[in-house]
């Protein structure tokens, strides 16, 4: 077991404009909620001037008997390409939309833990929001139920949708962020289909990840690649250790 504490000293940088156009207030978002267009709108920033002083925690470890339990049917069963045993539990820190820190989880595969350990710790230090870091399991195993919920998550053993090719998630080498700002289009259809409204990526979100952004940067520092950058589909919610 492996725990990291990073102490972050975060200044708002004075005369910006941090969150403009933003909806103020907490969001509160439920595992079988979905997330309406209006709900999805993160809080202003911090005011200009303010000094917080956070502390980052990360902790890598097996993945608990209970867990397992938990997982096993729902998650994960016998024939997914990676084994439980190839598997950690992430417990990482992060900023909410709440602007208060949280402690998360993440499944991944134990090759992982150590680069997005080091990308969650860039994106805390950046304070960019996550609404909510919770195991798959907790949506019963979904991906569309947890994309709903605006869930970041990493591990589900299924398929790409539509082929018999596992999704990098089956083999704990992918995370999706923010899924609800961040939708997979294809064409003309979005994924979730009720975040159609966050695939025009003009928006202005903090929650939006695009090209060159910290988040971006976080992921590119530790080797990882965005479906933002791919052709078709734009996959703005995915991370991949080998770009697919």
């Not at 404009?17 to 909620?33: E, F, N």
């Not at 609404?131 to 990493?154: C, H, I, K």
Request: include cysteine.
């Amino acid at each position: 077991m492996r725990a990291v504490a990073v102490v972050s000293i975060l200044v708002a940088a004075c005369g910006g404009r941090p969150g403009a156009g933003l909806a103020p207030g907490p969001v509160t978002v439920s595992p079988a909620t979905p997330v309406s267009r209006a709900a999805a709108r993160v809080p202003r920033a911090p005011a200009p001037g303010v000094t917080t002083v956070a502390v980052y925690r990360a902790r890598t470890s097996a993945i608990p008997a209970w867990m397992r339990r938990r997982m096993i049917g729902v998650s994960w069963r016998p024939g997914c390409p990676v084994g439980l045993g190839q598997l950690r539990l992430l417990r990482l820190g992060y900023w909410g939309f709440d602007h208060t820190v949280h402690q998360g989880q993440l499944i991944v595969n134990q090759s992982a833990a150590r680069p997005l350990t080091r990308a969650f710790r860039l994106l805390f230090a950046a304070r960019y929001p996550i609404r909510q870091m919770r195991v798959v399991d907790v949506f019963g195993g979904s991906d569309e139920r947890s994309m709903l919920a605006d869930n970041t998550s990493a591990f589900n053993c299924r398929r790409i949708p539509g082929t018999t090719t596992w999704s990098e998630h089956a083999y704990g080498l992918a995370v999706d962020i923010n899924p609800f700002q961040n939708p997979e289009v294809v064409g003309g259809a979005v994924d979730p289909p009720a975040a159609a409204g966050w695939a025009n990526r003009s928006g202005h979100s903090r929650a939006m990840i695009r090209h060159g952004d910290a988040v971006w940067r976080a992921f590119i520092s530790v080797g990882w690649r965005w479906g933002g950058d791919w052709t078709s589909p734009k996959d703005y919610q995915h991370f991949s250790a080998n770009g697919r």
